[in-house]
């Protein structure tokens, strides 16, 4: 299943739609609330996706810069 972009778009647009009315007062917290709608917007789009895999080698890479990393080794759905 592809990722839900125009989910992701009316949900940014319904975010910000919503602090503008609100005519929040506090700016520091309209902007956390603005934060948080924005980012349950685009954990939702992220989990739209689907991966389908069923065997192989599971790897990523590490965020610190260290190169490739092996998670494990995946079959059947599962990794081990």
Known sequence: ?????????????????SEAVRNQPNADLATTELAGLLADAIETFVK??????????VTGTCPSGGGPLTLGTASGGEIS
């Open 48 to 57: 739209s996706g689907t991966v389908d895999f069923t065997s192989g080698e």
């Open 1 to 17: 299943m592809a990722l839900a972009t125009q989910a992701l778009k009316d949900a940014i647009k319904d975010a910000f739609q």
